[in-house]
C-alpha cells in the first residue's frame, strides 16, 4: 500500500470511508515514505512516535464520517503549533526539547476531527524567514531541486506535502510563510482572514499579522481541513464570532460573473516573466469560464516592505522577550548573574535572523523613535487596508496576483543579503498587514520549478478564493493533484 502516501486527501478519505484502507496503512505508507524521502528533503523535526497507535485508535472506533472529516487522515504540523505529546521548538535552540502541557485550539481541533498529527515541521526559528535556511536544526530543501528552498517560514510543512509525506498539513503565515513556500513546493496554501483560525497555541512571532495556514495539494483538500480548524475560540480575543462558510461546496460553483481584480503594482519590476505568463494564463482561464477581469491599483503597495518590517519586527521584540532562560526553555550561564544569564541565554539560545530582527523592533520602539517608525508604519497600514477595501467597495469579488516575484532560488543563494531575501515576500506582506485572506495555488513549471498564483479576498471572503481557485487548479499548467 506504499501508493496510498501519494493520494490527496479527498481520495484517501472515499477509501478510508469504503473500508478499501485502515487509517494504519495509510499512516504507515506516510512514515514509510517520510523515511525514504526525508533524509534528503529534512521536512521533520520529529515525527509522533504514537502516530501508529492513534490511527489502530481510530480503526477500532471508526466514528460516523459527520463527527470526524479528517477520519484517519495524517497530518504534519509546523512545530510553533503546540502539540501536548510532541516538543515544540520553533525550530531554535532556546526551546529544543520543550514539551507543552497543553495542545494549541487548531491541533486540539484536528484530533477531535480524527486526524492523526504525524510530527513536526521543520521551519524558519521562530518563522522568521523566507526559505526555511535559519532553522536552528538545519534547513529543509526543495523536493522538487534539492538544491533550492522550499521557502520559508512553513517550509517543512510544503516540502512534506510536495514530497508526497502528509495529505495535509498546518503552517503559519505573518507575512507569506504559508503561501510564498506553497508556491515554490507546487502546492496549495492558505492564509485565512485575521480571526478566521483560533491563534491559541500558535507561538507568536507578530501578533497583529500570525494566523495559522491550512495546506495540501489541491484546493478542494484546503477546503476541507480549513473547515475542521476554523471557528471562534474562548481561548483567544482576536478570534472572530463568525460561522463557517460551505467550503467544500465554493469549489463546485464556478467563476460566471465573478469580476477579478488584476492589481497593476504586482505585475511591474523585478516579477520573472514566467510567472507573470503563468499567472496572465490563470487569468485567461477564469476568464474562459465566464470571470470578468479588470486592472485594478493598490497605489501604497511600494510601502509594503517597509511597513512589514517596522511592524513585524516591533511585535517580534515584545513576544521574544519572554525567552531569557527563567521561565522555560534553555538557560545558559551563571545563574548567580541574572543579567549575565539573560545575555548567555540569548545569544547561544536564539539564531541570527532573530536577534536582527529583535533589534531592528526594538529600535523602532525606543524612545524618540516610536511614532517616526512604528507609529508611521501603523498609519501607512491603514492606507494599504484602505488601498484593498476601496477595489472590492468598487465591485472586485477577488484578486489575482503573483505568489512570488522569482521561482525557487538556490540555498544559500541569499543567505549573506537579508534586503534580497526580505524582497521575496514583496507579493505577500501587504495582505497580512490588511488582515486579508489569500490563497497561493500553483500555475505552472519553469525549468521544472514551480510557479504560483495568489487570490485574494475581502475579509471572511475565503469561499470566492476557493471557487476561483478550483478553476485555475484545472488548467492545463496547473499541478493541483488532489481529489
Sequence with gaps: MSELSALGAGQLLGLLQRRQASALEVTRACLARVGEADPDVHAFLELNPRAEDEARRFDRERPDPADAPLGGLPVAV?????????????GSRILEGFVPPRDATVVRRLRRGGAIVLGKTNLDEFGMGSSTENSAFGPTRNPRDLERVPGGSSGGSMAALAARMAPLALGSDTGGSVRQPAAFCGVVGLKP???????????????????????????????RLLAVIEGPDPADATSAPLAGGDYLAACDRGVRGMRVGLPREYFGAGLDPAIERAVRAAAERLERDGARLEEVSLPHTEYAIPTYYLVATAEASSNLARYDGVRYGRRAGDD???????????????????????????????????DAFYGKAQRVRTLLRRDFMQVFEDGCDVLLAPTTPTPPFRLGEKSDDPLAMYLSDVYTVTINLAGLPAL????????????????????????????????????????GDGS
Design 78 to 90: 509546523k512545530d510553533n503549533i503546540l502539540t501536548r505529546d510532541l516538543a515544540t521548538t520553533c
Design 440 to 479: 497561493a495555488v500553483p500555475v505552472g513549471t519553469t525549468d521544472g520549478l514551480p510557479l504560483g498564483a495568489q487570490l485574494i479576498g475581502p475579509p471572511f471572503g475565503e469561499e470566492r478564493l476557493f471557487q476561483a481557485g478550483a478553476v485555475i487548479e484545472q488548467t492545463p499548467a496547473g499541478v
Design 336 to 370: 548567580r548573574d541574572l543579567l549575565g544569564m539573560y545575555r548567555s541565554t540569548r545569544a547561544a539560545g536564539l539564531g541570527p535572523e532573530v536577534k536582527r530582527r529583535i533589534m531592528l523592533g526594538t529600535y523602532a520602539l525606543s524612545a524618540g523613535y516610536h
Design 193 to 223: 482572514t485575521y480571526g478566521r483560525v483560533s491563534r491559541s497555541g500558535l507561538v507568536a512571532f507578530g501578533s497583529s499579522l500570525d494566523q495559522v495556514g491550512p495546506a495540501a495539494r489541491s484546493v478542494r483538500d484546503v477546503a
